[in-house]
């Protein structure tokens, strides 16, 4: 077995935390440490998967990836970048140690996510250890599997308390040929309005975000789709746009800067801004707009609620109530699929709600 | 027909004229069947070889009625199977000889479409083109399209996660759905995703999707809408030799190129299809290729260049790019029509679904070929080649003694391959009644103890959808020990690939 796989001895781990009953932290490159809540519980024990590491199999022909959960994402990245190919869902890193199991555990995309789809989507596949320390296989390498319930896409966004991701098989795609991004001055509402309109035009579509009264919009694919563009679209051609979307992507632009109180709104596309007071950044369409607001936690959530979207507060608070609480139906079918991956409620408990 | 059925554990508390006199309590007398004749049409779903009358068949007409009908049933311990339009291959929507068939055919309205935001919401029971139809004035589309979309309806796609020829691009159904609405076996109402792009909490949109009617019966979609490409076109490259179409497949793709439609048929389907649409294929080809590219005017031209460049460096013996619209309905004609068309070919075809990774195409078609000769049975191929998936047609008479038994076992032959090279048993027909044995060569038992766990956290006294789908650990050490016969090791024990 080579060093960097750590199966056996990650599910040994996770075997004598189930028979002794003691609750695991999971830990990969912990550059999202600060996103959700903390794992609570008496003597916790930190399943390090860090080491767990490296690109398995990489297919360019095939569109198919599979890696170790340890494995940094910029070396996932870089492999892929060599055949001019990506990870479609444009992860955030939010930390040079990002891996891509805390990507996919997370559930995180960054800018083009509405238009080419989340990290959920691209997953295949996925090697897990349950909480009874079993090692288990979902989905595959193949872009189509209909065979058994789809529990690796399951694991997308779970926080590892459904299990402990080994490695994941994701769907890649070929880099665009070319990019380009337009900026005009807009209102928030005729922001909101025109990128949804463009999203239904065919245009290749495939950034979109309203910052400090600019609508940015950023255009990807063949060459002369690209170029069409500039006949159809208003605004100036933004020059370093790579640099924009990804320090928006990383939450480093000024807007982020002092953010006493940061939350996260999803919200369906063109829903109306909530009335809630503070400053605003828009992104992916409307689907996505950060807040930062003097309001308290219960008011951001009755008014994001009130509009079918949920709010996720990022910095401030007290750590102990960063997702929306789920309705009561919801609730108990959390409860009964924990118990149904982790009857001993070993993975990291509390780390996405309390009791889960 | 055949021997197969559900594994009938339940066994009723009620009788069935109770049954009926309750169910009529909730329901308009002609929403519920119980006379024979009836209940005739809903005896099969598109698996015709599998047969079972249900006990009795409801056709709900609200979501009230529908929770009211589960929650009798939940009372009364029955099991329920949920069906759409019926026209599912696995046998998912078979009847339980003493359970509830709960059709969801009179939810049939198109409730909203918001052309801002690109959404349509529906009831389970709208036909899954009516939706790209009455989207299709705002220059929008519902973009996954099975084969059997004039028909099949938007509930029983998002039961099986249906696909489609534009997969590779254009996703599954789970890609394309935002929000549903389930009931419980309790007759509870839960809404699953929401009309942002993501909800709190678990994604149990992705877990509904594709779990064949055993999880909750799904009583409202919220589809995404994706706007008509500008433009798309079509070419047909044949080849002299299987192997050369799959490495063209590989090549088009690997330039960085994602066809919206990559379809490959082998000789067999070739000359069927060419006697049934006319549509201008070679038949002396080996294979031949289907590349349709869509998006912008200006990228699809660039893009078709690209192609022909690269099919005709690969040794494409023709490439034929249509020229207009009514030549790229006739080319995709004689492609859609493959199934009816191999029909022609011999009284009766099975249809099978593996999924492989298009690497292992050559030695894939090969094995068949192998196997077909040893089974003594035809089979044309049929191939969704950007994305893998594999519809060998194995052709047999049904009226000869002993073929249809033996058309089954040289299919679970094929999908035991698929498996052997990495790939799955069903890429988009789903596991059914169909596909119960192979799911035990695909998965382990601790994965299927899972799957187990999964059910039991939805439905805890496994009413719903009863023997289908996922097999118990006791069918696989049967199934297993079949294997020992043919050399194999048994379940549980049985090697992964």
Redesign the interface.
Known sequence: MPANDLTASLQQQVQAAYAGKTPLKIVGGNSKAFYGRQTTGAELTVLDVSGHSGINSY??????LTARAGTPLAEIEAALAE??QLLPFEPPHWGPNATLGGTIAC?LSGPR??YA??A??FVLGCHVI?GKG?????G????????????A??M???LGT?GVLLDVSLKV???P?DKLTLVQPATLPAAL?QM??L??????LSASAWVDGYLYLRFA?????V??VKQRVAGDVLVDAATFWRSLRELQLPFFAEAASLWRI??????DQPKLPGDWLLE?GG??RWLKTAASIEQVRAAVAAL???A?LLHGGSGSDA?????A??WQ??Q??K???DPAGILNPGR??EGL | MSQHGCEHDHVPVIGKAELVAQLLQLLPADCVLFEEEDLRPYECDGLSAYRQLPWVTVLPQSVGQVQAVMRLCHQHRLPVVARGAGTGLSGGALPHPNGVLLSLAKLKSILAIDTLARTARVQPGVRNLAISQAASQYGLYYAPDPSSQIACTIGGNVAENSGGVHCLKYGLTVHNILQIKLVTIEGDLLVVGSEALDSAGYDLLALMTGSEGMLGVIVEVTVRLLPVPEKAKVMLAAFDDVEKAGAAVGAIIAAGVIPGGLEMMDKLSIGAAEDFAHAGYPRDAEAILLCELDGTCEEVAEQVEQVQAILKDIGATEVRLARDEQERALLWKGRKSAFPAVGRLSPDYYCMDGTIPRRHLPFVLRRIGELSQQYGLAVANVFHAGDGNLHPLILYDANKPGELANAEEFGSKILELCVEVGGSITGEHGVGMEKINQMCVQYDSAELTQFHAIKHAFDPQGLLNPGKAVPTLHRCAEFGAMHVHDGKLPFPELERF
């Open positions: 297919e360019p022909t095939e569109l198919v055949k001019g559930n996510r509405p789809g989340s959920r989507d349950n079993e090692l288990l296989h979902f595959g390498e193949v872009m189509k599997n209909v065979a058994g319930y789809d529990a896409r399951l997308a966004g779970a459904l795609l070929p880099v040929q309005e949804n309109k999203a239904g035009q065919p245009v290749p694919g063949a060459k002369s789709a170029a069409a999803a919200l369906p596309q063109t829903a992916w689907a996505q079918g979207g949920h996720t997702f929306q609480p789920l309705p139906g919801l079918a959390h009964r699929l118990q149904a991956f996405m709600y």
